[in-house]
């Protein structure tokens, strides 16, 4: 510091704050499947970046706060609307993530294999960059979900229901990432847990029938939601209480299938029913 500088310290320097949106716009860029271990850091690069930037659009002033605003604070407030943009944009992006990677795994690592000496073969073939990228994209959206106030926390979750709804995605790896969003978003934003569930179950219900449940092998999309199913079983204590019978009576369908990836899915249902009414 120069002893007869006037300035003072606060006002020469500069919050960086305004800029994390852009430098989350730019980084979005950086999530590409064909650099796997790129992407895998720009994911852990958004879990530090939501957990510092609330996702609430202030854009409109309706939620600005009362009094007096610096002007920093007034263009934090005018760039809330972007920030939304930007995460719509980042969601997006992962779900072409999570489809290319359905598309570029191994055909052995087939929903049908999940858990068996094939499907562990299919993973070491995987290798450790998608494993990692796994968990970086769970990480980051259980960050984002936790930061997000309910207006558009009900965007989002609306976004991976339709997603959910529209894909059949025949990998173990990409059905484990979805039904991780899945878990963070009926245990972050309880709202949206009858849609969830009002899909769920009645798909399951038309889907895995009697010819199903004695079958040894289940098409595509039996598979598809016995890999989802868990993930909806996983809420707030209260929800399940309010839902018990619904829930039950899915577990118990996917229970009595002869298929191991059916009955195995059945068996984390009721895990994930144990743990959310301890509160665990």
Request: aromatic residues 6%; proline residues 2%.
């Amino acid at each position: 510091l120069i002893a007869d500088n006037t300035q003072s310290e606060s006002d020469a320097v500069q919050s960086l704050r305004p800029h994390l949106v852009y430098i989350a716009e730019a980084l979005i860029e950086c999530i590409d499947i064909n650099d796997i271990e790129k992407a895998a850091h720009a994911y852990e690069v958004f879990t530090l970046l939501f957990a510092v930037m609330p996702i609430v659009d202030c854009s409109s002033g309706e939620k600005e706060p009362a009094g007096d605003i610096s002007e920093e604070e007034h263009r934090l407030i005018q760039l809330s609307k972007k920030l939304k943009e930007v995460v719509l944009k980042f969601v997006d992006k992962t779900f072409v993530i999570i489809d290319a990677l359905a598309t570029n795994a191994p055909s052995a690592a087939g929903l049908e294999s999940v858990g068996t000496i094939k499907d562990s073969e299919a993973a070491r073939k995987q290798g450790s960059d998608e494993i990692a990228m796994e968990g970086c994209i769970a990480h980051a959206f259980g960050t984002l979900f936790s930061h997000t106030d309910a207006e558009m926390g009900k965007v989002l979750c609306e976004k991976v229901l339709v997603f959910a709804r529209t894909s059949l995605l025949d990998n173990s790896t990409a059905a484990g990432i979805i039904t991780n969003i899945i878990i963070d978003c009926v245990f972050e934003h309880p709202a949206c847990v009858d849609d969830f569930l009002e899909y769920i179950v009645n798909e399951i219900g038309e889907v895995v029938d009697e010819d199903t449940q004695k079958a040894e092998h289940v098409d595509g999309m039996a598979a598809w939601l016995a890999a989802l199913a868990p993930g909806f079983c996983f809420l707030q204590s209260s929800d399940v209480h309010a839902n018990l019978e619904d829930l039950l009576e899915m577990a118990k369908r996917l229970l009595a299938c002869k298929n191991k990836v059916m009955y195995e899915a059945g068996c984390a249902c009721m895990n994930s029913l144990v743990l959310s009414l301890l509160g665990t």
